[in-house]
């Protein structure tokens, strides 16, 4: 009996882990769209930019016969979760046509949210209610891991952009330096040139 249980506590986590979706990530070029397709009932759909201009980039997502289902336009990153009204493959596409020279890194995950519940194996009656709460127990710890890893997204949403931002300030804190190193070099050396001009002049004497 403890070993059915177990089986099926292990069948359901197999489940619930195949329902959840992987988040990837991809680098978009300058006046680059890039476009990914998925099979999909109910959908949830996340995506932030990492790096990359203003940390900003254009999207869409459309149904099979080509029709907008939602879409933003220079958005940071978001969160979203639709109903599928086409039965079909859906396409997710960014797109970086503002930038004319800046790539974009984009964290993304797409992930079903209405997968049915799978059936668990035939066990005696004894164990229905035991088992009926252990599956309710890992649906509701996928919906709290699901949480999590969408907390962590932000937190590292946020790290990347602040790394960028200091390494932005960096560089230009070096070209700066680097600027007024040469400006005052320059100078220095325009002064030398002057007083080595206004001394090496033809000697004026007076005649009595």
Request: hydrophobic share 40%; glycine share 6%.
């Given at each position: ?104 890194l984009v964290d993304f995950d ?85 007083v080595q001009k206004f001394f090496s002049g033809p000697s ?5």
């Amino acid at each position: 009996m403890v070993w059915l249980a177990w089986t099926t506590a292990l069948a359901l986590l197999g489940a619930v882990q195949r329902v959840t979706g992987s988040a990837l990530t991809t680098t978009i070029n300058a006046n680059e769209r890039t476009c990914f397709y998925a099979g999909v009932d109910k959908v949830g759909f996340y995506f932030a930019v990492q790096s990359g201009g203003s940390f900003d980039i254009d999207w869409v997502v459309t149904d099979p016969s080509d029709t907008i289902v939602i879409e933003g336009e220079r958005e940071r990153q978001g969160d979203y979760i639709f109903t599928a009204h086409q039965v079909g493959e859906y396409s997710f596409c960014f797109s970086n046509d503002m930038s004319s020279f800046s790539e974009k890194l984009v964290d993304f995950d797409i992930m079903v949210e209405s997968e049915p519940r799978p059936v668990a194996p035939a066990k005696p009656t004894a164990l229905t209610e035991q088992t009926s709460a252990l599956e309710e127990s890992i649906y509701k710890l996928s919906g709290s891991l699901s949480s999590i890893q969408r907390t962590q997204k932000y937190f590292r949403t946020r790290e990347n952009r602040n790394v960028s931002t200091v390494r932005n300030t960096e560089w230009r804190i070096f070209f700066f330096s680097l600027l007024e190193c040469a400006m005052m070099v320059g100078m220095s050396a325009g002064q030398v040139w002057i007083v080595q001009k206004f001394f090496s002049g033809p000697s004026r004497r007076r005649q009595v």
